[in-house]
């Protein structure tokens, strides 16, 4: 007969479930768009008060970046103190800075895009590790008229041995704390990095969003650290300068681009390395490190999550180590 077509033929179940995965995909990637731009629109109305609206006791380096300082103490020995990634900046040092021995002459140094210090939205070296060593020497330079005692957390014990490897002679003693320089990104950095995406991303779990304090002080409800409210309020003010998070999504995009850990092994400065047993870093990053640095003091704190915060008299007796150093 003519005219007649054979019928259509059923779809298969691989197409059936091609075409949901597709219609699922679509979904999120609206879902993720109306996110946001939504987060954006809300980071511009938070993110909205200048540096210049503080009055903080900055340095102005040689390049033309001010870093926020804090000053304690009128001790004879300078000891520098550098903070890990952390809006809030140096602030996390308070519990540590309560127990030091007063033979110190403290300085908190805020790292560029960090606490008040000023905000780098672009990509490039200023967020580099290697930049950064060179704006906190000079920084110890122009404050110090000797060598200083620095210690540094995770980010900040990274420039802080960047500064022993390139500033050998204005660093008297190095204590790293739960450094990490083999560690690969994590998801969470990764999805910072991402264009437009990023800057919304860095905001909701680095600067002012709803996950951003929960991981701050994750084991505060379970008896863990707390922030006292003085911290609290360092961080909201922090939170609130203009282009915070867009600095920080730009930090994650740089690559570190720093010496160390390639010239671990030539630093000569008498080292301290702690390491919180229960935090984040690996025993074996922590091996490599001891293996490059023989020399190096190498303290395991016990059932610490972080050890400047759960046992801050321990992390203020390492550095008062450095008292008696020749």
Not at 151 to 169: F, K, M, N, P, S
Not at 224 to 232: A, D, L, N
Not at 297 to 302: K, N, Y
Request: proline share 7%; with cysteine.
């Amino acid at each position: 007969m003519t005219g007649l077509r054979p019928p259509p033929k059923a779809e298969t179940t691989s197409r059936v479930f091609l075409r949901f995965v597709v219609l699922v995909l679509l979904l999120i990637a609206a879902g993720a768009a109306i996110w946001t731009t939504v987060t954006l629109d809300r980071i511009e109305l938070i993110e909205d008060v200048s540096l210049g609206d503080f009055e903080n006791d900055t340095v102005e380096t040689a390049n033309g970046t001010v870093l926020n300082v804090v000053r304690q103490g009128e001790g004879a020995v300078p000891l520098v103190l550098l903070h890990d990634v952390d809006v809030a900046g140096g602030v996390i040092w308070d519990g540590v800075v309560d127990e030091l021995d007063p033979r110190f002459s403290v300085m908190r140094v805020d790292l560029p895009g960090f606490g008040l210090s000023t905000r780098i939205p672009k990509e490039g070296s200023p967020h580099t590790v290697a930049s950064m060593a060179e704006e906190v020497s000079d920084v110890i330079q122009q404050s110090f008229g000797q060598p200083a005692v620095v210690a540094g957390i995770g980010l900040g014990g990274e420039v802080a041995a960047e500064i022993a490897v390139t500033h050998a002679d204005i660093v008297a003693g190095l204590v790293m704390l739960d450094v990490d320089f083999f560690k690969p990104r994590a998801w969470d950095e990764f999805v910072e990095r991402l264009p437009w995406v990023g800057i919304a991303a860095t905001y909701a779990l680095e600067t002012g969003g709803p996950l951003a304090a929960g991981r701050w002080a994750p084991n505060c409800e379970s008896g863990g650290w707390c922030p006292t409210p003085s911290q609290v309020q360092a961080r909201n003010r922090a939170e609130t300068i203009v282009d915070t998070s867009e600095s920080i999504h730009f930090f994650r995009r740089t690559p570190a681009a720093s010496q160390v850990p390639s010239k671990l092994s030539e630093i000569t400065t008498p080292t301290s390395y702690l390491w919180s047993q229960a935090g984040d870093v690996p025993r074996e990053s922590v091996d490599r490190v001891q293996e490059a640095m023989p020399a190096a003091t190498v303290e395991v704190v016990t059932e610490a999550w972080k050890a400047h915060l759960d046992t801050p008299e321990v992390v203020a007796s390492t550095i008062a180590g450095f008292l008696q150093q020749p």
